[in-house]
Every structure is written in structure tokens, then in C-alpha cells.
């Protein structure tokens, strides 16, 4: 049981990076940053810890109201850990030469969110595995289900850091390239990005807390449709797009690289989207009743 469940910590992030490098056909990046900010991610987590630490934050009340959960989860999680995530993004990654595109500012934005879901759900995870030493498997029925129930809930946060990341990610692009405008417009896009992840991820939780399982994926794949979207428009940006798409003998030279992104590829048909918003709501389902089976409740 231990092994299952670390290996669910791993499993859907290293499938989530996967799926972001292959998406990314006109001009792939290098593999070790890829790895590097995932790494950030984790890393990230390190800032939380001692912002939580240090700085007196909103806490939940005995019988928390609906504002005290909205409170809480927009400050005392969705701006604590987004500043974390930004501050990564903004310190290290903003400033590397392989970020030189517009799908690269959603591609390691959210490939920080992967970093900092793993870390975060391997955290969660120490005292339920401690448990399950302790006990040596044999858990009063309560206890296991209070133990599914905290897993279940830390993965239902893969997509949502990944998204959180993923959309933001696009003003942090519009950021970078269209210096152009001046200081103040780049602060400026950079601030819209933050707030952004701000507001998805605070609500993100209240809904996961508060509300139904069904009012949950819709949020969710509310912000997955919004993902695809933002993905088609970054792409529709990239400085190799028309290099890539011409016709030439570099063009047949990419095709048999792997790298040609053809055009009926290119458009989000309406197909592609249903098929890919099916899979997102299959993996979650599927996360949750292999955690009751491994649990056995």
C-alpha cells in the first residue's frame, strides 16, 4: 500500500510534464529545464513553509463561516503559494534563454505547479504513510477513511496547480515579450498573472471544500477549457510558426525530426476538445476509486 501511494504522488505529474513537453511541436525545450523547473516547484514549497512560519496568516475558526473559507484560502493558501511559485518563475526561470516564445511562459508555469503538487501531496502524505507503518496496515475503519479522504483531496490538486500555472503563465509570456511597452506594462502583466492564480486557486479550494463533487469538475474543466485555449493562442505566437509550417526543405527535414506540427493539428476542433476533457475527468475518477480499492473502504 505504501508503494501505491507513492508512486501516485510521482505518477500524475511525471504523465501531466509528459503531456506538456510532446504539446509543445514547433520548438521543444531541453529536457534538463524541463527537469529544472519542475525542481523550482518543489522548492517552492520551501518559501510556504517559512512564509507560514513567520508571517501571522488568517486561520481556520472552530466553525468556519463561508467568508472565513474564502479568507483563508485566498490568503492563507492562494497567496502564499502562488507568490512562492511566482517568485521561482520570476527569479529563474523568466530570465532563462530557452524562454523565448509564448508557450514557454504557460509550459514552465505550469510545470512549476507539477513541481510544487509533488512536493506538496508527498508532505500530506507522511502522516497517513506514518499511520500506516504504525499500525502495520491493520486500521480501524475511520482511520482509513480519513486517510483516503486526505490523500483524495491532495490529488485532486495536481490539475489545479498545473492549470493555476498554466493559465498565468500566458501574461507572464505577454510580460516578457512585449517589453516593448514599457517597465510599467510589463509589472503590470505580471500582476494581472498573479492575481489570477490567486483568484483560480482560492477558488479552486472553496469549491473543493465546500462544494459538490459535481460543482468541483465543472470548475475544473471550466479551467482546463481555458488552458486549451490559452495553449492554441500561445502557439498561434510562436516565432518558429512560420518556419515550421513553410514549405521548404528545412520544413522536410522537421517532418522527419517529429517536429512538424501539421496544420489540421494546429486547430482545437471540437473532438479533440470533448475527447480531452473526458480523459482529465476519467484520470480523477480513476485516481479516486483506486485510492478506496488500495485502502480497502
Same mark, same amino acid.
Given at each position: 500500500m505504501?508503494v501505491?501511494l507513492? %508512486?501516485?504522488? !510521482?505518477? $500524475?505529474?511525471?504523465v =501531466?510534464?509528459?503531456?506538456?513537453?510532446?504539446?509543445?511541436?514547433?520548438?521543444? #525545450?531541453p529536457? %534538463?529545464r524541463? !527537469?529544472?523547473?519542475?525542481?523550482?516547484g518543489?522548492?517552492?514549497?520551501?518559501?510556504?513553509? =517559512?512564509?507560514k512560519?513567520?508571517?501571522?496568516?488568517?486561520?481556520?475558526?472552530p466553525?468556519?463561516?463561508?467568508?472565513?473559507?474564502i479568507?483563508?484560502n485566498l490568503l492563507?493558501?492562494? !497567496?502564499?503559494e502562488e507568490?512562492?511559485k511566482?517568485f521561482m518563475?520570476? /527569479? /529563474?526561470?523568466y530570465?532563462?534563454d530557452d524562454f523565448?516564445e509564448?508557450y514557454?511562459g504557460?509550459l514552465?508555469?505550469? *510545470? $512549476?505547479g507539477v513541481? %510544487?503538487?509533488? &512536493?506538496e501531496n508527498l &508532505?500530506?502524505? =507522511?502522516?497517513?504513510l506514518a499511520?500506516?507503518i504504525?499500525s502495520?496496515?491493520?486500521l480501524?475503519p475511520?482511520?482509513?477513511?480519513?486517510?483516503?479522504?486526505?490523500?483524495?483531496?491532495k490529488f485532486? *490538486?495536481?490539475p489545479?496547480h498545473f @492549470?493555476?500555472g498554466f493559465?498565468?503563465?500566458?501574461f =507572464?509570456?505577454?510580460a516578457? /515579450?512585449?517589453?516593448?511597452?514599457g517597465?510599467s506594462?510589463e509589472i503590470l502583466? +505580471?500582476g494581472?498573472?498573479? *492575481?489570477?492564480a490567486?483568484?483560480?486557486h482560492?477558488?479552486?479550494n472553496v469549491i473543493?471544500i465546500?462544494g459538490s *463533487? +459535481?460543482?468541483?469538475?465543472g470548475?475544473?474543466?471550466l479551467? !482546463?477549457?481555458i488552458? @486549451?485555449?490559452?495553449?492554441?493562442?500561445?502557439?498561434?505566437k510562436s516565432? %518558429?510558426r512560420?518556419?515550421i509550417?513553410?514549405k521548404?526543405p528545412e520544413?522536410?527535414?522537421n517532418m @522527419?525530426?517529429?517536429i512538424l506540427?501539421?496544420?489540421k #493539428?494546429e486547430?482545437? &476542433? $471540437?473532438s479533440y476538445?470533448?475527447m480531452?476533457? +473526458?480523459?482529465?475527468? $476519467?484520470c480523477q475518477?480513476m485516481v479516486?476509486?483506486?485510492?478506496?480499492? +488500495?485502502?480497502?473502504?
Amino acid at each position: 500500500m505504501i508503494v501505491e501511494l507513492l %508512486f501516485f504522488a !510521482f505518477v $500524475v505529474g511525471a504523465v =501531466i510534464a509528459a503531456l506538456v513537453y510532446i504539446s509543445d511541436k514547433f520548438e521543444r #525545450e531541453p529536457l %534538463f529545464r524541463i !527537469f529544472n523547473a519542475i525542481v523550482l516547484g518543489i522548492f517552492a514549497t520551501v518559501i510556504v513553509i =517559512i512564509v507560514k512560519r513567520v508571517v501571522p496568516l488568517p486561520i481556520y475558526a472552530p466553525k468556519p463561516s463561508f467568508g472565513n473559507v474564502i479568507l483563508v484560502n485566498l490568503l492563507s493558501v492562494g !497567496f502564499v503559494e502562488e507568490l512562492a511559485k511566482f517568485f521561482m518563475i520570476l /527569479f /529563474f526561470i523568466y530570465k532563462w534563454d530557452d524562454f523565448n516564445e509564448y508557450y514557454d511562459g504557460p509550459l514552465y508555469s505550469g *510545470l $512549476v505547479g507539477v513541481g %510544487f503538487a509533488i &512536493s506538496e501531496n508527498l &508532505s500530506y502524505m =507522511i502522516k497517513p504513510l506514518a499511520s500506516l507503518i504504525a499500525s502495520d496496515i491493520n486500521l480501524d475503519p475511520n482511520e482509513a477513511r480519513l486517510i483516503a479522504l486526505n490523500v483524495l483531496v491532495k490529488f485532486r *490538486l495536481y490539475p489545479g496547480h498545473f @492549470l493555476f500555472g498554466f493559465i498565468a503563465g500566458y501574461f =507572464i509570456a505577454k510580460a516578457k /515579450f512585449r517589453k516593448d511597452d514599457g517597465k510599467s506594462k510589463e509589472i503590470l502583466y +505580471i500582476g494581472i498573472g498573479f *492575481l489570477l492564480a490567486i483568484f483560480m486557486h482560492g477558488i479552486h479550494n472553496v469549491i473543493a471544500i465546500m462544494g459538490s *463533487l +459535481i460543482q468541483f469538475q465543472g470548475y475544473v474543466l471550466l479551467l !482546463f477549457l481555458i488552458a @486549451l485555449f490559452v495553449g492554441w493562442k500561445t502557439k498561434q505566437k510562436s516565432v %518558429f510558426r512560420k518556419y515550421i509550417l513553410e514549405k521548404s526543405p528545412e520544413r522536410k527535414r522537421n517532418m @522527419l525530426k517529429g517536429i512538424l506540427l501539421a496544420k489540421k #493539428e494546429e486547430k482545437i &476542433s $471540437v473532438s479533440y476538445v470533448i475527447m480531452m476533457c +473526458i480523459l482529465l475527468l $476519467v484520470c480523477q475518477f480513476m485516481v479516486y476509486f483506486l485510492t478506496v480499492a +488500495i485502502l480497502g473502504i
